[in-house]
């Protein structure tokens, strides 16, 4: 692995040093690099500024200064919002010296573009950058400034009011040095309206009643009716879904009981997934168990996990194989009308419009997968809590200071941020109370578009849409989705795998785990136990015990990086 570049980091400090000094920051650690963990100045209190101990007049924003910012995916009419920002600046004495001009690359060359940015250290002073786009490797190599001194601190209060101490710990990044040991800093600003999209499905709300189903609450009233639409409507199929089923899985419900499967340990991909057990009090790595494992392995999980519940509940899926398009998994399927349909719940209000389109008689309401969530409990979604979108400062940027004091503007205040979200208030869309909004009739050629998730999203700043405010009951789900109450941090947040020690070995038990289809629920019961044992013989082949080994050891240098802060 690469080791943080060193001259980077003390580019980004004295960069915002200097800043500071500028403006009479004197607070410890206010605006220092990633910070040895378990030094004194490595707690969020250190990287923070006292109240009134400087002066934002005194900046050394003193000439017109553009930021140039790219977002992914399309941005329309951009120019009538940034004049009108200007208008909203005109008498401020350092914004209106801060110019931001906004461009935007789609969606498939994004990740091509970004790699060139950094390669040929682009003009560009804030950028989208997902984290399937190896955000986790670009801080790794330095590419990214560390931010951490622009947050909770009283001369940024646009920024401290909208990212919480949870939030900026979500936010933290951990970087593995060469000797095992971790520092830390904030590498990206995470773009997010809840902090966790809520998973289901969409169901038929008009044949339940046609056929008298009971309402539905939990996995047997979804499956009954399923079954009932199947037996009755011969031109239906009773599943649509995607690559992403966790009905059935311990994936949720298992970090209750200190067991834990995140992005962030998917070394295989999502075919084969690894839980991750922890002690009580999380400082402790119990075992890392994958499909298949022995008996002495599970006999090392917390209880309750001491057996391969992974195929159990692999298992336990197929039980709604008949229910499924018959013709999954081929590269031609024929799609079927469905009962129920995946859906994650910010996507609900489109996917169902489309789908009354398509059946104008047709009703949809939302069934939340998790029990708990469904149930709406307090702390029920352990979680990474940050999204895979984010945005990032060049490490080479030398506009730092106006990018954030742009940034503290935009999340200053409703109305900013409402701005660049979206349009012009009373052109582009109207409100509807206060956390409400509705698009207007303005045309598509005139209308402005920003991908929220991509620039503006925040968990302070959420409006309703107009479906929503009319649907008590999914209005009910969308509070629960955006409420603080209902996230707990995940222990393992933050966590990266380095793989450059068994790169060899992850990339061979990868390919093997490609070969499944178990998401699909391409197989039968039997036929997925025998695939599942097919897979665990060959990856012990390839490498596993030394891939679980390594992991394991990972895992414990940064719990113990982490509780020892």
């Known amino acids: 692995m690469k080791r943080r570049n060193t001259n980077l980091a003390k580019r980004v400090t004295a960069t915002i040093m200097a800043a500071a000094m500028v403006m009479g920051v004197v607070a410890c650690g206010s605006a ?15 990287n923070s500024t006292e109240a009134g101990e400087s002066n934002v007049e005194s900046s050394p924003i003193t000439k017109d200064v553009t930021i140039n910012i790219r977002v992914m995916n399309e941005v329309k009419n951009v120019d009538k919002v940034i004049a009108k920002y200007e208008e909203m600046v005109a008498d401020d004495p350092v914004m209106s010296k801060i110019h931001p001009n906004i461009e935007y690359v789609i969606g498939a060359d994004y990740k091509d573009k970004l790699n ?26 330095g590419d990214f400034a560390d931010l951490t001194g622009y947050f909770n601190n009283d001369e940024f209060p646009g920024l401290k009011a909208a990212f919480s101490g949870q939030f900026l710990d979500a936010m933290t990044s951990y970087v593995r040095q060469e000797d095992g040991s971790y520092t830390k800093g904030i590498y990206g600003i995470n773009m997010a309206n809840a902090y966790e999209d809520s998973r289901g499905f969409m169901y038929r709300e008009d044949l339940r009643q046609k056929y008298g189903c009971d309402e539905i609450t939990d996995r047997d009233s979804l499956m009954a009716f399923v079954k009932t639409v199947c037996e009755n409507e011969p031109d239906m199929m009773g599943v649509n879904l995607w690559n992403f089923f966790y009905l059935d899985s311990p994936v949720y419900t298992g970090k209750h009981d200190n067991v834990f499967s995140q992005d962030s340990t998917q070394v295989f991909g999502d075919q084969t997934r690894i839980f991750v057990g922890l002690s009580e009090d999380h400082t402790k790595v119990l075992n890392v168990v994958v499909a298949g494992d022995s008996e002495e392995e599970f006999a090392k999980m917390p209880e309750g996990y001491q057996y391969d519940f992974i195929t159990e509940y692999a298992v336990k899926r197929t039980e709604w194989n008949p229910y499924l398009n018959p013709s999954r998994g081929e590269t031609t399927p024929v799609e079927k009308p469905a009962a129920i349909s995946y859906s994650a719940l910010s996507e609900f ?18 069934y939340v997968i998790d029990d708990a969530q469904r149930n709406k409990e307090e702390g029920a979604v352990i979680c990474d809590i940050a999204t895979n979108n984010w945005l990032v400062v ?32 009373g052109e582009d869309w109207e409100a509807i109370g206060d956390n409400g909004m509705k698009n207007t009739d303005i045309s598509d050629e005139e209308k402005y578009v920003m991908p929220g998730y ?24 969308f509070d629960y989705a955006y409420s603080d109450s209902t996230y707990q941090l995940s222990p ?31 197989y039968e019961a039997d036929e997925a136990v025998e695939k599942l044992q ?15 080994q390594e992991l394991i050891t990972q895992l414990q240098q940064f719990l113990d990086a982490k509780n020892n802060q």
């Open 32 to 46: 220092e690099s990633s910070q040895e963990i378990g030094s004194d100045t490595s707690s969020q209190a250190a």
């Open 116 to 141: 060139m940015a950094l390669s040929a250290q682009e003009d560009i002073d804030l950028m989208f950058c997902g984290s399937w786009f190896g955000l986790t490797k670009f801080i790794q190599e």
């Open 349 to 366: 209000e489109n996917r169902s419009k489309e789908a009354m389109e398509n059946v104008p008689e047709s009703e949809w309401r939302f």
């Open 394 to 425: 060049p490490e080479w940027s030398d506009k730092k200071l106006a990018t954030m004091y742009f940034l503290d503007w935009m999340f200053g205040s409703k109305e900013a941020h409402d701005l660049f979200q979206y349009g012009i208030e």
């Open 454 to 477: 991509s620039f503006t999203w925040n968990p302070n700043y959420v409006r309703y849409s107009e479906m929503v405010l009319n649907n008590a009951e999914l209005k009910a789900d």
């Open 492 to 522: 393992l947040a933050g966590f990266s795998f380095d793989a450059s020690n068994v790169e060899t070995e992850v990339a061979n038990i990868s390919a093997l785990s490609n070969e499944l289809r178990l998401n699909i629920s391409l």
């Open 534 to 548: 097919t897979w665990h013989a060959d990856a012990e082949a390839a490498g596993l015990e030394t891939v679980r």
